[in-house]
């Protein structure tokens, strides 16, 4: 579906499983590569600008042969105002579950698709609401699942998912970590000036 890209070879920066799992859904040959940088990024920036920074971050890390297309993403959970990142343990990741506990909020994946004579960069955002949730429950959820390399403390695929989403409004799976429909359309219309 998408020939004009045979030209390239394609790059994911990124070894989130969840990930990969959904750029393989397009059917598009890729090699996974791992891009390691610092997560941080300038405190003035907000909501959707934070996770297309460190996407464009991450791109910038990596360098890029004539031929190679990177596609490169960063996904925050955005509660109040706030980011939550990924915890550092058991108890960071009890207290992001304990606020995200009967409110609604954001997931934002800032996504780059970045060749050596261009950079698009583009951000989906997702609503969810979560039921609220028992001491027992999150308890539960972190100790059998360890969801400690997830932003906001949880993967919605997961049991976490099952039981305490009580709705969405946009991309599912966005929330998991990429857009793939906008991807998609992204790539569908990608053409090099």
Not at 108 to 133: D, E, H, N, P
Not at 138 to 162: M, N, S, T
Not at 182 to 192: G, V
């Amino acid at each position: 579906m998408l020939s004009h890209l045979d030209r390239y070879h394609i790059v994911l920066g990124s070894q989130s499983p969840r990930r990969q799992e959904l750029l393989r859904g397009l059917c598009l040959p890729f090699e996974v590569r791992s891009i390691d940088v610092e997560e941080s990024y300038p405190g003035t920036l907000r909501g959707a600008e934070i996770p297309c920074f460190l996407s464009q971050k991450k791109a910038g890390a990596y360098p890029l042969a004539d031929d190679t297309l990177l596609i490169t993403a960063d996904t925050i959970v955005w509660l109040g105002g706030q980011v939550l990142g990924k915890p550092h343990g058991r108890d960071e990741a009890c207290a992001m579950l304990h606020a995200l506990s009967g409110r609604t909020h954001e997931v934002i994946t800032g996504v780059s698709i970045t060749t050596r004579r261009r950079q698009r960069t583009f951000a989906a955002t997702s609503q969810v609401r979560f039921a609220t949730l028992g001491d027992e429950e999150i308890g539960f959820y972190v100790d059998r699942y360890r969801p400690f390399d997830k932003a906001g403390a949880y993967g919605v695929q997961e049991w976490i998912g099952y039981v305490g989403v009580e709705w969405i409004e946009g991309s599912f799976y966005n929330i998991m970590g990429l857009p793939i429909q906008r991807l998609y359309a992204e790539l569908k219309a990608w053409r090099e000036e």
